[in-house]
C-alpha cells in the first residue's frame, strides 16, 4: 500500500507518528473556525482531519463497516456506598432522594464522542504502535507485513487483525530496538560499513577470523601501571556518571564516559586469574568482575594485598607489551594520574551504595553495549523526541524486556476520561461521530 | 528530441552531486551556503516559511522535547504553559495514565506464581484489575525497556510497612446498553424501590412478587447465588428476544465480595476477626465455584468438538481425527474421497465473500 501519509507542513495533519513535524503540527493544532461554516462543512473537516491520525492506512468503506455507534463506558464503583444503600435511598420521594445529598462529588460527564474511533484501536498495527513498539503505525503495519509479530504464539501477518481481549502479541526485540532507537551519525554508519569489509576479508582464512573476534570484543593488553584501587574509584566515578539522572549530562557525553568505562572494565578482567576471561561471553564476564568486586567488599585487607601481587605480576607481564593503546576517557586517565604522583586511595571507601551503582552501571553496559553491527546507533539510546509521544493505555498491559503485549480489553470511556489517544478535542470528535452515523446528525 | 548534456559539463557535475550530499544533512537554517554549490538552479533554493517556522520551534520551545529527564514525563506543554500528565494539549480527556513498575510487577509474578495466590485475591491486594494480573509474565532485560520505564509515569511497590498505593480502579460496572433508556416508571412511594428492581424496570420484567423482594435484605445478597448457579438469573421474553434480567451493580462488578465485607464490616464493627473469617470463606466458595465452572466450560468445549448435533435433528455426528492409510486417502493420497487439502482443488476461502484473515488465534 502507497504511503500518501506525509508530515506536510502546509496541511497540518496529525498522524500516529513520533516526527518531528508531527510534534511541530501537533502544538499548532487549534479547533478548526466554525463561524460562517455550514454544520456540513464542519462536520466534513473534522472527519477528514480525525480520519488523517485515525486509520489513514485503513480505507474508508472499511473503517464505515467497523465503525459503531454504541461505545463502551464504565463507572468505577465504591462498594462502601454499594454497601450503605440498596438503591431505596435515591429513588425515595420523587425519585430523586428525599433530601440534597450533600457529599455529592462533582460529577464528571463521560465524554463519549471522544471514543468515536475506538474501533480502530483493535487492529494490530494500531495495538503495536500504542504499545510503543513501532514510532509509527506504517512502521508497524510494515512490521507484521514482514513476518516481525506473533500473535498468541503464532506468526501474523494481516495488519487488520482485530485483537481479543487476551490476545498476547509479541514483536521481535531487535526490529523494537531498530524503531526506537536513535538513528546511527556518519562516524557510525562509517564503522559499519568498515567492519562489513573487515568481515569480508576476514572470511578467507581462520587466523583472520580469530583475529577477528578478538577485535569485535576490542581486547587489548595494556601497558600501564595501575594501581587496582584507583582503577576501581573511576570506574566507581564513571559508573555514577553512566547512572546519573542528570539531565545536563549530554547523551554524547555519557556515550564517552561509557565507552571509557567499557574499557577500562576489560583492563580488570585483564588482570583476572584465568587468562580465557576475555574471549568468554559477557556474562561469564560480568559474573568474575562482580566476582572480584564482591570479595574484595568482604575482606578487605587481604584482598587488597593479593590484588597488589596480581599487580606486580601484572606489570612484569605487561612490560614486554611494547603496544600502546590509545587514550582512555579523562576520568579514567585523571585517576591513573593521581596514582602515579603517589596519592594513596583505600578501597574500603567504597560504600554498599556505591557498590551498588557500580553493579548497577556494570549491569546496563553488559546489555547495551557498542555494536556497529546493528542497524541503530549503539549503545542504545531512545530516538530525538520520542519521550513527547510515550504513554501507554490502560488497555493494553505491555512488557517491554520482552517486546510483548497483551490487550486486555476494549478501550473504554469513564467519567472524565477516555481510553482511546486522540490529539482531538470534543470539537472535531463530536462532529466526526455525527458523520459516520448512519442517520446522520 | 533537445540536445543532451555534452560529457564534459556531466564531469562538472560530479563536484556538485558531492557536496550537495554532504550538506544534506546540515539544518537547512544554512540556505546560504547550498546557494552557491547549484551551479544549474535558476532560483536559489529558498526554505519555505513554515519550514522556518519550524524550525525555529525546534530550536527554541520545543528543545526540551528532544531528549527526556529520567523519571518525568516530558509531555507538550498546554495552552497555559504548564507541563501536566496529558500528552494531546488539545484533548483534556486523555491522560498518561502510570503503568506497573518493574517491582510491582515482579511482586505480582511472584505472588501468583510463587506464592499460588488466587488472582483475585491479589487483585485487591494491590489494587490491579484482573486482567492485568493474568497478563503479567517471565522478566529479562533491555535498555529499551529502562528508558521507556524512565519517561511514563509508574506505579511503584510499596516499602514494607507502607500502603500499596492503587494501580487503578478493579471495581469498574460496564454500562449495559438496555441502561441507555429513559423510562418512566411511577412507583408507590410506600414501596421501596431499589437497584433489583431498577434493573427489572431495564429489561422489561414484572416487578418482584413482595414474598420474594422481601427474603432480600440487600442487593448484594443476590452476588453469591448468581456465582455459584449462573442459571438462577431469570430470563424474560420470548424467541429471539430472549434476554437475562439485568442484575444489580452489586453482582455485576468483577469483586462482588467487597460489598458482602462492606455491609459486614459496617454491622458487626466489634467483631473484627470473625469478619475476615467470614470474608475468607466467602472468597474461598467463590473461587472454588468459580474453578468449577472453568472446568465445566472446557469440557463442554471439548465435548462439542468430538459431537456435534444440530438443532431440529435426530442425529449426532462423532468427529474423529483423519486417517491417512491408502484405504482412506488412495494410493497416491489424492483420491476423491480423502480428507483434507488436495493439490489442483481449489481452497474454500478463494471462493467470492470469504475473508481469510482469522479472526481469532487460539493459544
Known sequence: MRNRASNSLSKGKIRQSWSKYNLYNLQRLRSPATANRTFFQQKWTAKALGRAYHGEQVREGQWKRMFSKRIRSVIPMDTSDLAADDGSKISAG?????????????????????MAFA????????????????????????????GAVT????????????????????VDPERVMFATGATKTKFERRETRQLKQKDE????????????????????????????????????????????????????????ELRGFQKAVRRVLSRSGTSTILTDNLEAQFSELTLMLNAKRAEKKP?????????????????????????????????????????????????????????????????????????????????????????????????????????????????????????FGESINTPAYGWYLKRRW | MAPRIQSRSVSNLLPYLTSSSSTSSHIPSLCSSSQSSRHFSVTATQQTKLRRQMFEWLATQGAGLKH???????????????????????????????????????EVYVRVKEQNKSPRAVSVELGIDMNRIAAVGDPLALPYARAVHEMIPTTPLAQAGERQTYHEPI??????????????YPVPESRPFTRIDAGRVFSGAPMLEKKAADKISHP??????????????????????????????????PHPQLVQLARDRAAFPEERRAVAQRHAERLERQEKAEKERAARTADRRKRSTETIKPTDSRFAFRIQDAVFTEQTVGKDGRAPWAPGRRYGVPRNDRTRGTVKIPTRVNV
Open chain 1, 94 to 114: 420523587r425519585g430523586s432522594g428525599l433530601q440534597n445529598q450533600e457529599k455529592g462529588r462533582p460529577s464528571k460527564i463521560i465524554p463519549y464522542t471522544q
Open chain 1, 119 to 146: 474501533p480502530l484501536e483493535r487492529r494490530l498495527d494500531v495495538a503495536i504502535f500504542r504499545s510503543l513498539f513501532a514510532s509509527s503505525t506504517r512502521q508497524a503495519r510494515q512490521f507484521v507485513i514482514h
Open chain 1, 151 to 170: 500473535v498468541n504464539g503464532q506468526k501474523m501477518r494481516h495488519p487488520s487483525y482485530l485483537l481479543n481481549p487476551g490476545d498476547l502479541f509479541q
Open chain 1, 201 to 256: 576479508k576476514d572470511e578467507d582464512s581462520e587466523e583472520a577470523a580469530e583475529a577477528k573476534s578478538e577485535e569485535a570484543t576490542e581486547t587489548k593488553p595494556e601497558g600501564e601501571k595501575e594501581d587496582g584501587r584507583d582503577t576501581l574509584k573511576a570506574l566507581m566515578s564513571q559508573a555514577k556518571n553512566i547512572m546519573s539522572t542528570d539531565k545536563d549530562v549530554l547523551p554524547a557525553k555519557r556515550k564517552q
Open chain 1, 303 to 423: 584482598a587488597k594485598q593479593s590484588k597488589q601481587q596480581s599487580n606486580s605480576e601484572e606489570s612484569d607481564s605487561a612490560a614486554a607489551v611494547t603496544e600502546e593503546t590509545e587514550v582512555a576517557s579523562d576520568k579514567l586517565s585523571e585517576a591513573f594520574q593521581a596514582a602515579a604522583e603517589g596519592a594513596d586511595v583505600d578501597a574500603s571507601e567504597l560504600s554498599d551504595e556505591e557498590f551498588e551503582i557500580l553493579k548497577r552501571a556494570l549491569t546496563q553496559m553488559r546489555d547495551n553495549p557498542i555494536d556497529h553491527s546493528k542497524p541503530y546507533a549503539t549503545p542504545w539510546r531512545p530516538r530525538d523526541y520520542m519521550s513527547a509521544f510515550a504513554f501507554i493505555p490502560r488497555y493494553l498491559e505491555v512488557n517491554q524486556n520482552i517486546c510483548a503485549a497483551v490487550y486486555l480489553r476494549h478501550p473504554v470511556a469513564r467519567p472524565g476520561s477516555a481510553e482511546v489517544p486522540t490529539p
Open chain 2, 68 to 106: 527526556h529527564t529520567p523519571g518525568d514525563t516530558n509531555y507538550l506543554r498546554m495552552a497555559d504553559g504548564s507541563q501536566s500528565n496529558r500528552p494531546f494539549p488539545n484533548n483534556s480527556y486523555f491522560i498518561s495514565e502510570p503503568v506497573l513498575s518493574e517491582e510491582l510487577r515482579n
Open chain 2, 171 to 184: 471495581n469498574d460496572l460496564p454500562v449495559h446498553p438496555a441502561t441507555g433508556a429513559q423510562i418512566f
Open chain 2, 220 to 253: 448484594s445478597d443476590l452476588a453469591e447465588d448468581v456465582l455459584q448457579k449462573p442459571s438462577t438469573i431469570e430470563w424474560v421474553g420470548k424467541g429471539e428476544k430472549a434476554r437475562q434480567v439485568l442484575q444489580p451493580a452489586d453482582v455485576r462488578i
